[in-house]
Structures are given as structure tokens and as C-alpha cells.
């Protein structure tokens, strides 16, 4: 039976009492489940709204985003879009930690005339494109810093 690989993209509103100890716990829990269960993707934060990409096999990802939706850390989560996929555009990461830093003016207005803009004004296409764009750019950063050592 052949898989059907699927990208999923969501925002959803953090909590007020989110703590850094919380956060740790949703990477650290998600990068093990996400092993087993072969997904990848990538997670961000910008203390107002979590923005995840999932890739994987679609009733896994399914599953997932089902347990996702139901942990009170997730809050008024929104499906931006789902669809399938031949490739993955986080194949290394169980859970790329796409962190706060990331979360750029500039990168923002790469995807909105409104220089104001936040997650929730972006439509689906430039959400996913967002997402994926913060994954590049973290992967870059890093080879920068190993180039430099």
C-alpha cells in the first residue's frame, strides 16, 4: 500500500502562562514522538501564537494533530492548509525548533504590505511559505556558524 505524504500546516494562541520549562517539554516530547511515527517539521513561536509544519504519512499526521489540538497549551488552533506532498521540506527534523528570534520583521514583510502584519493576517499559501522560509533560514544560520568556526 503505498504512503500518501502530507504537509500540514497551523497556528494556534499560547497561553498567558506558557513558561520556557513548557516549551521545552512540547520540543523535547514532540521530537521523540515525531521519530517514531516518522514526521517532521518544524515548530515556532513568538510568545502570542505557535506556527507548526508537519510532514508525514497523513493518517499519522492526522493522529497527531488530533492530540495536538486537544493539549490545553494549544489554544484556538487553525488549519491553514493540508495537502499533499513528494518531498519534505524538513526530511532531518523530527521537530525543527524554529524559535522566537526567527520570528523577523523583515521576514514578515517579506509576506505583507502592512508592515503591522502578524501570523493570523497571512493567507494559507503565504503561512506554509513562512514556515518553510524560517526553516532555510535557520538552516543557513547554522551552516554560516559552522563555516566561521
Known sequence: MARHLVRLTYYSAVPDDLTKRDLREILAASQQKNRRLEITGGLGFNRRRFIQTLEGDRAAVTGLVQ???????????????????????????????????????????????????????????????????????????????????
Request: net charge negative.
Open 67 to 149: 492530540k495536538i489540538f486537544a493539549d490545553p497549551r494549544h489554544t484556538a488552533p487553525v488549519i491553514t492548509s493540508c495537502h499533499e506532498i513528494v518531498d519534505r521540506a524538513f526530511p532531518d527534523w523530527s521537530m525543527m525548533w524554529l524559535g522566537e528570534e526567527l520570528f523577523t520583521e523583515q521576514l514578515m514583510r517579506k509576506y505583507s504590505a502592512n508592515p503591522n502584519a502578524v501570523i493570523d493576517d497571512l493567507d494559507d499559501d503565504q503561512l506554509e511559505r513562512f514556515v518553510l522560509d524560517l526553516g532555510r533560514e535557520l538552516v543557513q544560520r547554522r551552516l554560516d556558524a559552522v563555516v566561521e568556526l
